[in-house]
Nanobody, 133 residues
Framework: QVKLVESGGGSVRARASLTLSCAVS????????MGWFRQPPGKEREGVAL???????MVATSLKGRFTIDKQNDSNMLYLQITTLNPEDTAMYYC???????????????????????????WGQGTQVTVSS
């Protein structure tokens, strides 16, 4: 059974940095697409960043330069590093996992990662990030 458990969220001031973590267990397929979505208050869920088993990464255009996704295969941990946080980053952040085709769909469609369909097989419970000005 695949299980995703996020941690690292919290309440911070603007311009702070955070690293969100996701512990991945039960995933057995060597091919995968994993990543992060977020849902700001009162808004739709949106894609933030994706990474596949080849280590290829994609980040939403508006977040490039501040958001970095990384996966440590030896520990099965997925990370999202966020710098220079601003109040617009306030959201529930979710870790996701699915087959590699989820990444390929976004890559070959040319669509922005923020438009990635939220149709991943597995989701964590979410970790809240609140940024005050």
């Amino acid at each position: 059974q695949v299980k995703l458990v996020e941690s690292g969220g919290g309440s911070v001031r603007a311009r702070a940095s955070l690293t969100l973590s996701c512990a991945v267990s039960g995933w057995t397929d060597e091919r995968y697409c994993m990543g992060w979505f977020r849902q700001p208050p009162g808004k739709e869920r949106e894609g933030v960043a994706l990474i596949d088993n080849d280590g290829d990464t994609m980040v939403a255009t508006s977040l490039k330069g501040r958001f970095t996704i990384d996966k440590q295969n030896d520990s099965n941990m997925l990370y999202l590093q966020i710098t220079t946080l601003n109040p617009e980053d306030t959201a529930m952040y979710y870790c996701v996992a699915g087959g590699k085709e989820k990444c390929l769909l976004t890559y070959y469609s040319g669509a922005d990662v923020s438009q990635t369909p939220a149709r991943f097989d597995y989701w964590g419970q979410g970790t809240q990030v609140t940024v005050s000005s």
